[in-house]
């Protein structure tokens, strides 16, 4: 016996069984559900191919489906054993399908066979004719018109579609699925006095028969015309609507369609109530979509304590993967990074967001990513500790590990272990690539708190000449200068290059008012402090320490006490 004969048999056998353990099972496929009696004989046509047991004595009527089946299995058979679908042999696959839809034109499983067949061989326009060749036999077929509607449909084939469809609307008028089939055409075609009319037939239907996705083209269409009452009248219907709840497509297709609406309350409504109702039945990928989209809601309707409730729902759940947290703090972290929180203390944003990844490192602890992005979160929140301790539990710390560790360390004034962190840097050949401009601002800044002048004026010259046209290296290593009554001319060359480059920094034209007032020009000091503070538009006690040092001294010397002491730094008693 061949291996197709045995595997047809095994497929069959084990159905065979299956319908004598459960009396309502159905035999092999659940396409021939309603046919009970006469499955068992079609099934043993089956198997009596394969030469295991007798044929039975089948009616006329029932030969042509007995064969139809056998040519499905067949079909099937065929399609797994192969390696990929181009290497299938489509001219024995493609008719023993035909033949099972011709058998059972009203089924669905062959039909379905057949296009994902066409489909993955990239085939459209085979599948089509196959269909039009089906509907010679099978004129009025429901679904064989349907499927020949869509897929002329996919193609742009409108006119073909237009008439396939007419003849549909012909055959059942009334019929709700072939309805909707109409209204997607419509829509694509920009027909929207009709399709409004054809919504209002959809309005009249009983739930019953108005499916979502009868009420998502009609939130498509009025969000195209901009009529947006009635789309959220649509979309709280939707909502509400018991079958929207069922696991199936619609339930990947709403929260794009609320989302669009800025329906958040209804799409925070609706994902409550999809995961209440299938619990632990939700495909993976589904939950991570609905985890975006709970998420997203949360945050447009500016609910934090909601948000935070959800993502403890999230880390309750054992079987939760932790792609859910990464979906849940992304959009968390983008929406710090765009600053659109005004109303709103970020650092709760925060705090959900390093909760997240807490969960995340705690369950992966070897994956030192999560460790990585929760120290810098820790840094942002102003956890300088806990982000160095967290910090000193990587292994193999990398280069950019390492500049963050001696950030943290001048954070937390221990200036003396940030510059050894430093000085080992400076022996590693393959540490070059990360030595940019940041890295000798911070490098200079170390040296210069240690007492080590002419060291942090050595450093900022080599980044000077490593980056000449950064405007930071110049303002840092003038102001130096300055402050230290050193090469003054230099200092104002320095600065005044910056300026040239970045003209309404405060920090910069601070500078330049300060060595306006070492080279003992108080005026010229003067007229540009203002200036620095107007560039600010900051209130004075919010002005920065360095500059209201700066600013306080140059008005003493310009004959202004009174006012200088207005702008003395700020301590606990003032």
């Known amino acids: 016996m061949t291996t197709l004969r045995k595997n047809i048999f095994f497929l069959a056998f084990f159905s065979l069984v299956a319908h004598c353990l459960a009396e309502d099972a159905p035999i092999l496929s659940d396409w021939m559900r309603e046919r009970r009696t006469d499955d068992w004989k079609i099934a043993m046509a089956a198997v009596s191919e394969c030469g295991f047991a007798p044929a039975p004595e089948l009616p006329p009527e029932l030969q042509k489906e007995s064969a139809g089946y056998l040519a499905y299995l067949q079909a099937k058979y065929l399609i797994s054993a192969a390696t990929s679908p181009k290497e299938a042999d489509a001219e024995v696959i493609v008719p023993l399908l035909v033949q099972a839809i011709d058998a059972f034109p009203e089924e669905e499983a062959p039909v379905i066979e057949l296009a994902m067949f066409r489909d993955n061989r990239g085939e459209k326009k085979e599948f089509?004719?196959?269909?039009?060749?089906?509907l010679e036999h099978h004129p009025d077929t429901l679904r064989l018109l349907r499927l020949l509607a869509m897929s002329l449909m996919d193609e742009r084939q409108m006119e073909s579609a237009d008439t396939v469809l007419r003849h549909l609307l012909e055959v059942a008028p009334d019929d709700s699925a072939n309805l909707l089939l109409w209204g997607e055409f419509l829509f694509l075609q920009h027909r929207s006095q009709e399709l409004g009319d054809l919504i209002?037939?959809?309005?009249?239907?009983?739930?019953g028969e108005c499916s979502p996705d009868h009420l998502q083209l009609a939130i498509r269409h009025f969000r195209r015309e901009d009529q947006l009452a009635e789309a959220l009248r649509e979309a709280e219907r939707l909502v509400h609507h018991p079958k929207v709840y069922q696991i199936s497509q619609t339930a990947y297709q709403v929260p794009p369609v609320l989302t669009s609406l800025h329906a958040w309350e209804l799409l925070r409504q609706f994902v409550t109530q999809f995961e209440k109702q299938n619990a632990n039945n939700i495909p993976a990928d589904l939950r991570r979509r609905l985890c975006r989209a709970c998420t997203n809601a949360n945050l447009a309707l500016r609910d934090y304590d909601a948000l935070g409730k959800y993502l403890e729902e999230l880390i309750a759940t054992a079987g939760n993967d932790l792609d859910l947290f990464n979906i849940f703090a992304a959009p968390i972290e983008l929406l710090i990074d765009d600053g659109e929180q005004p109303d709103k203390d970020p650092?709760?944003?925060?705090?959900?967001?390093?909760?997240?990844?807490?969960t995340m490192m705690l369950r992966a602890p070897r994956n030192m990513k999560y460790r990585r992005h929760l120290c810098i979160l820790y840094t942002v929140m102003g956890a300088h500790q806990k982000a160095l301790a967290l910090l000193e539990t990587l292994q193999s710390p990398t280069p950019e590990d390492q500049l963050l560790m001696a950030d943290l360390l001048i954070s937390l004034k221990r200036h003396e272990e940030a510059l050894a962190i430093y000085e080992q840097f400076e022996h590693g050949q393959q540490n070059r690539q990360y030595r940019g401009p940041g890295y000798y601002l911070q490098y200079g800044y170390?040296?210069?708190?240690?007492?080590?002048?002419?060291?942090?004026l050595a450093i900022l010259r080599k980044g000077l000449k490593a980056y000449p046209n950064s405007p930071q290296l110049a303002n840092s290593l003038g102001f130096i200068m300055a402050d230290h009554h050193q090469n003054l001319d230099e200092a104002k060359r320095l600065i005044e290059l910056a300026l040239k480059?970045?003209?309404?920094?405060?920090?910069?034209?601070?500078?330049?008012?300060?060595?306006y007032y070492r080279q003992g020009d108080v005026q010229q000091a003067l007229i540009y402090m203002a200036k620095a503070v107007q560039r600010s538009a900051l209130s004075i006690d919010e002005l920065d320490q360095e500059l209201r040092g700066h600013l306080q001294d140059i008005l003493k010397d310009a004959g202004y006490p009174a006012f200088a002491e207005v702008f003395a730094p700020l301590t606990l008693e003032n």
Not at 128 to 134: A, F, N, V
């Open 347 to 358: 650092q709760r944003l925060l705090e959900l967001s390093a909760r997240a990844y807490e």
């Open 446 to 456: 170390l040296a210069e708190q240690l007492g080590e002048t002419e060291r942090a």
């Open 501 to 515: 480059k970045t003209p309404n920094s405060p920090a910069y034209l601070d500078s330049l008012a300060w060595v």
């Open 200 to 207: 209002q037939r959809f309005d009249a239907m009983p739930d």
């Open 128 to 134: 089509i004719e196959d269909l039009r060749s089906l």
